[in-house]
């Protein structure tokens, strides 16, 4: 049974489904333990596997659950929706200078000019003190000399491998090898496997020792193309390596690298550059010195932005042209207020700088006569939004009240000179087809029958009443959908099973550690960070 298991792990097997060993065993040298080893933690799965489906397939779905809940699923609903947009609320009456001035007055936040500030700033990078940075080609050429192994591609080389349970096995092996009997069938003949399951890609070095060691290694390095290995005895059985392929290794001249290399080295010294400079401002900080003084010692120039807003808007209405490339400066500088202490600042891609606020002109309240038009645009909104609402409340009113079920929404058309209209629509729980906004949806599944809601017009224009008719539960349910519901509450019902025995494990198994598994895990990036 444990090999039947085993066997039908698709993990384990090729491209055509059938199990492979060598699969098997490299997967259990990979996760640090030996084949008897790796067994007995499948046979303890396959037993945890089993005592689990005996739980599962105990678990049965009552029928009267499962046609109650499908009808409510498939349950359909008929609705009146009503929409009454603001905008086409007409009847909004004349606005006199006078209501207008009351309505300025009651509003004054929509009519603020913003605030304005100037501010001083300088900034510094990485960037710009790299290309005032000379790099001779004798101080490149003694970094790549000492960088060569990051510009070597180290060689590769392609294997099929032959895994045999012993050295009297690899011992017969080599002898049929040795007299002229190919690899491939010799492969074939002695482990069942084909070439192309065990055939592996190109790797280093290194990659191949950390599979199989460094004996196997020396062996495969030192072959020819075509040669085979003698036989290489591991914990995993004995293996006869076959070079398939080599993609020799390779080392960038300096030319091919010199300009990546001066830049970095740019870099690398800007950065140095870019902290003493840092020191530099410090030391300045400490003896109070302005910015312009800062700036002017570290050799970068004191920049202004004027009038500008928090939004980078001048007075005038267009764009600040004065704004640097720094993307909190604006948040910088309308937090700080005139004679803060000055404070250097990080942004970006090693870049910093400095602001210093110099003027600030609080908001202020525009005239009525300069915002007069705005004004009146604004009371008419507010106008149409008032009526839409008294007329959306008077109708709910109404249908709210006892005895209102002979009431028709229809009869709310084309009254107080707007055009509103009334559609009846049919809808089911799923929604599935999108026959209605998702919020009136929700409204006509979310209220009894006969009810009424208000509701805001998803594009804010005005409001929708939704009023529910009438509810439709299917006589007969179709078998195919109480099968589907079966299987979700069956579903569920095994989740939570599921979840309480795997509670109960955390609570009552203690937790064993694989010393193996994390010596290898360790050693692996060990390997990675020396190289």
Request: no cysteine.
């Amino acid at each position: 049974e444990l090999r039947d298991y085993i066997v039908s792990i698709p993990t384990f097997q090729d491209e055509t489904g059938a199990f492979n060993r060598s699969y098997f065993e490299q997967i259990a040298n990979g996760q640090g333990y030996g084949v008897q080893q790796f067994e007995e933690l499948m046979r303890a799965d396959l037993v945890r596997g089993q005592f689990v489906e005996a739980i599962m397939n105990n678990v049965e779905t009552p029928d009267i659950a499962a046609d109650t809940l499908t009808k409510y699923t498939t349950e359909k609903r008929t609705a009146e929706v009503l929409t009454i947009p603001a905008s086409n609320m007409t009847a909004i009456g004349e606005a006199d200078d006078e209501i207008l001035r009351t309505f300025y007055d009651d509003n004054n936040p929509l009519y603020m000019a913003p605030e304005y500030r100037d501010a001083s700033y300088f900034e510094i990078s990485a960037n710009e003190i790299a290309t005032t940075i000379e790099i001779g080609d004798d101080v490149a050429r003694e970094m790549y000399e000492d960088r060569i192994m990051s510009y070597t591609k180290e060689e590769q080389r392609g294997f099929v491998q032959m895994l045999l349970d012993d050295m009297d096995a690899a011992d017969a092996a080599i002898a049929e090898l040795d007299g002229g009997k190919a690899f491939e069938q010799v492969l074939s003949d002695r482990t069942g496997d084909s070439p192309e399951d065990s055939t592996f890609e190109p790797q280093t070095r290194d990659e191949f020792v950390s599979l199989y060691g460094e004996d196997a290694a020396n062996e495969l390095y030192s072959l020819a193309a075509g040669g085979y290995t003698q036989p290489v005895e591991t914990g995993f059985g004995v293996y006869i390596f076959k070079l398939a392929e080599v993609n020799p290794g390779s080392v960038s001249t300096f030319e091919d690298v010199k300009e990546g290399l001066i830049i970095n080295l740019q870099m690398e010294r800007a950065i140095d550059r870019l902290f003493d400079i840092r020191n530099t401002i410090d030391d300045e900080l400490a003896a109070g010195a302005p910015l312009t003084d800062i700036a002017e010692v570290i050799g970068v120039p004191a920049k202004k932005v004027t009038n500008v807003s928090i939004e980078g808007i001048m007075p005038d209405g267009n764009a600040s042209n004065e704004l640097p490339l720094i993307v909190d400066f604006l948040d910088v500088a309308f937090s700080r207020n005139i004679g803060d202490e000055l404070e250097l600042r990080e942004g970006i891609s090693n870049k910093f700088y400095m602001v210093d606020v110099e003027n600030i002109m609080d908001a202020t309240l525009k005239p009525f006569e300069e915002v007069k038009d705005q004004v009146a645009t604004d009371w008419a909104a507010n106008r149409r939004i008032t009526l839409a609402t008294e007329l959306a409340d008077k109708i709910t009113e109404e249908f709210s009240a006892e005895g209102s079920a002979a009431l028709a929404l229809a009869e709310y058309q084309d009254i107080q000179g707007g055009d509103f209209t009334v559609n009846e629509v049919t809808v089911d729980r799923a929604n599935a087809d999108n026959a209605v906004a998702t919020d009136i949806h929700g409204s006509i599944f979310g209220q009894e029958i006969g009810g009424i809601q208000k509701i805001a017009a998803a594009d804010g224009d005005g409001f929708v009443l939704v009023r529910v008719k009438e509810r439709i539960l299917s006589a007969d349910v179709d078998e195919e959908a109480i099968t589907g519901t079966k299987d979700q509450i069956k579903t569920a019902m095994q989740n939570d099973i599921m979840g309480a025995f795997t509670n109960h494990l955390y609570d009552a198994l203690p937790v064993s550690i694989n010393t193996n598994n994390v010596k290898a895990t360790l050693d692996m990036l060990v390997t990675q960070t020396e190289q």
